[in-house]
């Protein structure tokens, strides 16, 4: 497809397009319109033409378009985890930018559907050149994906056992960030939302208050499977309750942001608690008010995933790799001095 038709549909010039798309070095001012052109691009499936600038400037052309699967591990949609989907969203611009084939996004049903039809498999449904892991893969379905895939790499908050190649930013030091933000605010009475059932940011929160000599509360702890609805439901819980945190710290931002919702729908008078979360989705600015969290280098995981596996692809390293990235403390307005 043209970048004349880009141009069209994102509103930009053909001139700004192609420096967009095919200078990875170019920075564009207007975000909105970056963001414009790279949407009509993923749109229309364009692939930059890095390799003819290649030739012309006297280097080899690179090999074929790479085919590459996206499996999200832990939902059926990308709509039920923000922080996947805008993962899922810079995955798909750097593969572009790397000139690779998104050629599917799978979900947890499909990769089931396909693991119990494999002897019925269609000679068309081969299997790509690599698979991106977003999420810890399933301990059933990894021999099955290492059958269909000679080429894997992962994308999580928490790490595996040198299963595959995986980029993590790892998630109990991101609670323990959070928590020991909270406690240096004077907050001691500290709920936590998230899932409780072997999670690294549930780990981290009770590793942080054992740093501290603070007593884990269980009637401080809510589990949920992180959504946002589930935010809104537990804080609802809290609200109710007579004598109630002064902070509350998220697994995710998902759930901050129903933690928020059940906060403006069910006031009570002089109780506003501090909140804290995890990921720094784009939304975290937005909310009212801005939410403090801890951001995830969600771009930089992706880069690094993707490096790792077309180098993997091309032969570059045949043993398991892992790259730790560090997550960082984003200070909005959700959070202020204990009062009491």
């Known amino acids: 497809m043209s970048i004349k038709e880009i141009a069209k549909r994102s509103g930009a010039s053909v001139a700004t397009v192609s420096r967009v798309l095919n200078q990875p070095d170019y920075v ?33 052309a690179q090999q074929a378009h790479r085919q590459i699967d996206v499996f999200l591990t832990r939902f059926q949609t990308l709509e039920e985890d923000i922080f996947f989907k805008e993962l899922y969203e810079v995955l798909r611009e750097i593969l572009l930018q790397r000139q690779c084939v998104l050629h599917r996004l799978l979900t947890l049903p499909d990769m089931i559907s396909r693991s119990k039809n494999l002897s019925r498999a269609h000679p068309s449904d081969q299997s790509p050149d690599g698979l991106v892991m977003l999420g810890k893969c399933p301990p059933e379905l990894l021999p099955f994906l290492k059958k269909q895939y000679q080429n894997l790499v992962g994308i999580d908050r928490n790490p595996t056992s040198f299963d595959y190649d995986e980029v993590f930013c790892d998630g109990s030091q991101a609670a323990e960030m959070a928590m020991d933000y909270l406690i240096s605010l004077g907050h001691r009475r500290i709920a936590y939302i998230g899932d409780c059932s072997y999670e690294a940011r549930y780990i981290g929160y009770h590793q942080s208050l054992m740093a501290h000599k603070l007593p884990l509360d269980y009637s401080n702890v809510y589990p949920t499977s992180q959504t946002r609805q589930e935010g809104q439901q537990m804080m609802s819980v809290i609200l109710g309750r007579a004598e109630r945190p002064t902070a509350v710290f998220c697994a995710n931002d998902s759930t901050a942001l129903g933690v928020f919702d059940a906060l403006r729908t069910q006031r009570k008078k002089g109780y506003v608690p501090s909140i804290i979360s995890i990921d720094n989705i784009r939304e975290a600015e937005t909310t009212s008010p801005m939410l403090t969290t801890i951001n995830i280098p969600k771009r930089e995981m992706a880069h690094h995933a993707v490096s790792l596996l077309l180098d993997r692809i091309d032969g570059g390293h045949q043993e398991n790799v892992r790259i730790e990235m560090q997550g960082r403390l984003v200070v909005r307005e959700s959070c202020s001095y204990c009062a009491r």
């Open 28 to 60: 564009c001012r207007d975000k909105e319109l970056q963001e414009r052109i790279w949407e009509a691009a993923r749109e229309l499936d364009y692939i930059p033409n890095h390799a003819a600038q290649q030739l012309k400037r006297g280097q080899s």
